[in-house]
Structure formats: C-alpha cells, structure tokens
C-alpha cells in the first residue's frame, strides 16, 4: 500500500482550500488574506504594546508609504503595495535571516501565491520591474519605521540594516499604534475596497 502524500492545502474561514505548492485564484478570497496578515505577528511579535503589530498594519504602512514617495501612483501599483505580503496569511511572516537561511524554496512558493492572488484580483501576473523597486523601497522604508518605533533599534543600526527613509513621518504615525487584530483585519479591507473601486472606475 503506497503511502498518501503530505497533504499541501489549508482550509480557510471562507471554506476554500488553497493548495500552497499549485494555488489556484479560485481559491483565493481577500475576506482570508485580511483575517490572516491581522493574526500575523511583523518581528515574530517582538514589539511594544499591548497588542501584535500585524502584517495587514505593515501593509497598510507600505501603502501609505509608496504614496509618500510618489503621490501620482496608479491605483494598480497602490493596490500591489498593499497585497505585497499577501502569501503571508498562509506562509506566516519570516524574518530576513531566516529567509536567508532558508533559500529559494520559500521564495518559489511565496511567489506562487502571489501570483495567483494577483490573478485572482485582475492585477499583472508578475509584478513590473518599476513597481517592484518602488514597493521595496516603501517596505524597507517601513522596516527602519517599524524598527525605531517597535521593535528595539537605535536609529544608527536600523540605519545599518534598513537605510534611513527621506520621508515625512507625520501623516504616517496613525498606522504605527498596534491595534486589535480584528480592527487591523477591518482597516485593510476597508483598504482594498477603496482601492479595487478607484481601479474600477472609469473615470
């Protein structure tokens, strides 16, 4: 009798299955990355407060952050920055060195969600060039935020590791509070109902 193979999916809130290592947009429900990325802990939970700082709170920041940069950005870019950590809400969050450590393994099923999530919600298969090195710009801008502001660091080594933003931290400091996860879960799907609209409207 042959042995069954490890089983690859999750079953999620929503009743669907996502197949981590062939996912399907079919699968894929925002109602499930939302309630995930808010019940997922930035810095393994390493940070002040009485609450996570979440990946859905990260992301909403990232977001915010592309816009601070460049405030003519298409709506579609918009919308990649904040599902730029969508896999998360299955695959966790993993810090850098662990990442590293790891290899392309992880990174080939991280991509492998996010391609299907931006299938699933109209978005380019593969994210263009120029809106990759704008969204890692805005995340690690938001790591040496995080960091200074969360997680323990001295701004001289989140400057070593992060760089140091050019950016105006005041209309930022509202997304820097932990909060619950479901209002996190609230806050970013509110989020991308906004964004999805305006990338909808023909205007």
Known sequence: ????????????????????????????????????????????????????????????????????????????????????????????????????????SYKSVENRILTAIHIRFSLPHQTPIAAQRLIKKADTAAAYIEATRLAGFGADEAEKFFGRPAIAMRNLEHLLEPIPSDHAEDLFLKRFQELQSDNEDPS
Not at 34 to 43: E, I
């Open 1 to 104: 009798m042959s042995a069954q193979p490890p089983r690859a999916w999750q079953r999620m809130l929503s009743g669907r299955r996502l197949d981590l290592l062939d996912p399907s947009p079919l699968d894929v429900e925002i109602e499930d990355i939302a309630h995930g990325l808010a019940r997922v802990a930035r810095w393994n939970g390493q940070t002040h407060g009485p609450h996570i700082f979440s990946v859905a709170q990260h992301s909403l920041l990232v977001e915010q952050v592309m816009a601070a940069f460049d405030a003519g950005l298409p709506t579609r870019w918009r919308m990649m920055g904040l599902l730029h950590d969508a896999p998360e809400y299955v695959i966790g969050d993993i810090i850098s060195p662990f990442k590293a450590a790891v290899g392309d």
